[in-house]
């Protein structure tokens, strides 16, 4: 691609791709035309499988404004091209956001960061809005502003504008393109807009529709049928019915239209399939505010980005991404995230005058605002609302820009398998079409020589490429998968991405998420340790008692949490729920009714039952004369702050029935509750009490509390920042909760550690907690030394550094620098682990680049990390050529479940679309039987494509030869061997299931490998040697002459020869005769000897005995074959073209098979016993070129790796030698 006007569109993003602009040149037009004339239209073929190719021919480079077309090709390791048209449109403005009535822009402070503008009429059509408004309306409506023209185009479901401040083509994705403050969202965009303002957007964003069309059959069919396989096929079909070959190329044909059919009706269910997943509830009826205070019912595909709608309090399904301004929400994300339980959305901080916070001046980021975000096609379950005030949210994004559009589009548009396997594939393809060349050659030399007629030639010689390119090679390829994909679905493994199933026979690595995953979804609670006057109390098993009931403590289990009623049941997160039940409280929320009759009431209550209560109220507790209240005691939920993955808390604010303050609660991680209390509240052996729990595998939750100032209404508070309500807390003590591993887990590890497949725990849970759950699970053993890496980010002039520090007591010190410095010896090497935080992560990404791949060579557990962190450390085990596996329960783990090699979902949810597989059995059992899949369908590819090159080869060399002597295959031998013998070969051989346990070593990845292409080039000289053989032994036969329809070589009358001379037409193609009866016979056991030889079992598939299928097919075959040949029938004779030869020549033919079996078989079980020998003396040199085994090498001999616990690493301000860091000793 030029670099002169060279565009670069969404840089640093995954869909990343560079742009060159051209338009079209009409005398290049003109010569593609006269091109496509002179070669019968194959160069428009070729223009139409090779874009690039398409838009260099008739087009001449040009800025990109200027572009009638533009070429771009992804910047990822894939490289593909893709062609797109650039469309005009007039509109009347050239910003979504001006405001065409008041003649000025919108009034937000900041200049809006694009000026560009696109219309419903994007695909060429007049389509009006719902008021029967067109753009061309707008235009005249709007005649002070001189029309725009605007320059756009679609690719992949995107539509991409021209940007004349950026000079480049960008996306426009909605309301978060202004970079609004919450505050400014509250403040300018609440208020709704005019049907003017919906109509002139609705021009630049178009229909809010996610839009899956459903291509017709016809479309669906042309596409198929010019794919390159297909073509090649015609030319063959043509190629044949030319030389009079019609009962084969009819055969083809057939076959052709099954797989065509077969494949139309796969694509076409995906496709209706997922149409009416997002169709079910993309439409719907909503009501939006206008401007004028008006509140108007519309369909939800006339919605733009900045209405504001109103959310029913019945529920609704939210058709687009929108930000609470008002109310409160309880939604089920399951589409998005795989979690089940309905999570609590609440209103976006709005600041009041006179108050500061960081949250209401930040810019509004759907990521970091997802707490206050309805997503598109989530399901909103209910609403809370007070008098007077509707739930209202705005319109951030519609259509394909929303949360749910991107789910789909990345299923409409996924990346490219890359796999090893089908890369090799192609090369071996492209080594074929040499050796067909040179038989292209030597055919034409040969029938020039003997003077053959031109048709002939033209004919035989294009015969030879279509027969050592196999037409049924990818048919035959995919049939391992196909019966793999069905043996998954058998044990409850559904596959979306069949292709990935061979990929998954590589995994070396595999992930796991711990909560749900490892261990069990339910918590049980353990006890609680209270904590008074900044000290601990004995630790209680219930926290029911009745001396606690009145207690902040027990006050903050029961309002610090996001539970909800639905349908009478309570509902929300499994730990929410143990910590309430453990209460013994009850929870009750307000009806429509009540909130309509009263003021300021509170949306949901929680009380203690009678049986809880004291008799009389005991005023020797703390704060215990605030509740010596002789009426009802309750506690009302005034606001909630929803927990945050990224700030690892949530906190409430509450107030006690007839109290005039309120109360404020937060849970959380001890660590972060920890740091936001009064450091007085904190007992001195926090940290050795925390460390004590976490370190029994325990999942352990802080709780606090602050009596909040009276100046804070009920009104502030529903305006106030979080920030101002989590600070000077008062720490109450912990919740220790029980995490059991599921009882597969570590039977299920032990066996992929005897696999040498890796293991790795990536959890958002507390470190330690992480640490003793895999001790426990045997992912890292008794014996082993985990090292804990704490990254410190630069501060006050000092640069980052790494603190190293051991999992276990201080007192073993001293044992991990002993054990440290053993670690230094190579067999030592696997003994040492590191585990780390997301945050440590993240500096160490960010500060030691070059250190991340040596600390996720060895990295164990990853604690505390976020869902895109997840994603990264993925990235960073593929970037040292890991095969990553990833298994998770659906719930944040979407990201690093769609980049993973194999991606295993254990939800059942809609979120496994994201997911290339997903298990009914919520355990971790499906890891090693998709594995051990994987293995069967990869070593089955090998074996058929491996069948498929020999098959080939073998029928290129009979041909050949019977070239030498003008003649060929019969039309219905070469039906014979290609129907009856290869394709019920291929697709029996393919059907043997996967090895019972998985092995210590991987198959090979590649064909393009030492033994395998040994194994084949030892087998076609074989047969190229047997053939040779049988070919010229039969010339010098004593009974040997040119066969004529009156030979006698097996003692038949000459009163039947002459008998079917009379009745039979001349043979102009020479096809019966000695050589061709000899070679067919020969090379048909040889078809069956090289598929048993090649169809492999141990160690990764199931004996080829155990295949009934394929040893009764193979068994009839040969008993066929050998019967005919002894005992022949003048039917089966006659219509294979084959003559009769003598007995003393059968046998010889019988000696050639035998002789040429038992070489085969030697030669190849002697490859097998050498590839074996190699394994045992050099394991990884299979693997060696992989990046993580060089690094490993390189560890093994560097006396400063692991790093010791009197130690510390620091990142270098200007790095030298490459190395961005020094080791330190510290005391």
Known sequence: MEKGDLKVLNKGEDEEMELQGYRLCRWRLALVGLGVLCTGGFLLLLLYWMPEWC????????????????????TDEFRRWFLAKVRVILAPGSNPFHNLETQTTSPSPTPPPFSFSSSSLANGDTRHSSHGIPAQELIRRYVEYPPTKIHYFTLHSTKYYWNDRVQNFQVLTGLDDLNVTAATLHSEHSKGLTRNQQEYRRLFFGLNEIEVKVPSVFKLLIKEVLNPFYIFQLFSVILWSADEYYYYAIAIVLMSLISIATSLYTIKKQYVMLHDMVAAHSIVRVSVCRANNDIEEIMSTDLVPGDVIVIPSNGTIMPCDAVLVSGTCIVNESMLTGESVPVTKTNLPNQLPGESGDEALSAYSIEEHKRHTLFCGTNVIQTRFYTGELVKAVVVRTGFSTAKGQLVRSILYPKPTDFKLYRDAYLFLLCLVGVAGIGFVYSIALSIVNKVPAKTIIIESLDIITITVPPALPAAMTAGIVYAQRRLKNIGIFCISPQRINICGQINLVCFDKTGTLTEDGLDLWGVQRVENGSFLQSDEKASKENLVKSQFVA??????????????????????????????????????????????????????????????SSTEQDMELYDLPSQYEIGIVRQFPFSSALQRMSVVARLLGEKRMDAYMKGAPEVVAHHCKTETVPDNFAEVLEGYTKQGFRVIALAHRRLESKLTWHKVQNVNRDHIETNMEFLGLIIMQNKLKTETSAVLQDLHRANIRTVMVTGDNILTAISVARDCGMILPQDTVIISDAIPPHDGQTARITWRCADKPSMAAHLEDVSISLDEPKQQERYHFAMNGKSFAIISEHFPDMLPKLVLHGTVFARMAPDQKTQLIEA??????????????????????????????????????????????????????????????????CVFKFMALYSIIQYISVTLLYSILSNLGDFQFLFIDIAIILVLVFTMSRNPAWKELVAHPPPSGLISGPLLLSVLSQILICFGFQMLAFFWVQIQPWYTIWTPLSDACNVSSHTNMSNLNETEVDDHNIQNYENTSLFYVTCFQYLLVAIIFSKGKPFRQPSYKNWPFVVTALILYIFLLTNMFYPAQAIDEFLQIVCVPLDWKLKLVLVIVANAVVSVVVEKGFELLAADKCLCCPNKVTRKARYMHLAQELSVDPDWPPKPTTTTEAKACPENGSSYQMKSIS
């Open 55 to 74: 838009v260099k021919a008739t087009c001449i480079p040009t800025t990109a404004c200027d572009a009638e077309v533009v070429l771009l090709r992804s």
């Open 877 to 942: 085990l593929q970037d040292v050529e890991y095969f990553v596996a990833m298994c998770g329960d659906g719930a944040n783990d979407c990201g690093a479940l769609k980049r993973a090699h194999s991606g295993i979902s254990l939800s059942e949810l809609e979120a496994s679309v994201a997911s290339p597989f997903t298990s009914r059995t919520p355990n971790i059992s499906c890891v090693p039987s998709l594995i051990r899949e994987g293995r069967a369908a990869l070593i089955t590819s090998f």
């Open 556 to 617: 903050c289990m029961a309002t610090c949490h996001s539970l909800t009623k639905i349908e009478g049941q309570l509902s929300g997160d499994p730990l929410d729920l143990k910590m309430f039940e453990a209460t013994g409280w009850i929870l009750e929320e307000a009806t429509e009714e009540e909130t309509a009759l009263h003021n300021r009431i509170m949306p949901t209550v929680v009380r203690p039952t009678k049986q809880l209560l004291p008799s009389q109220p």
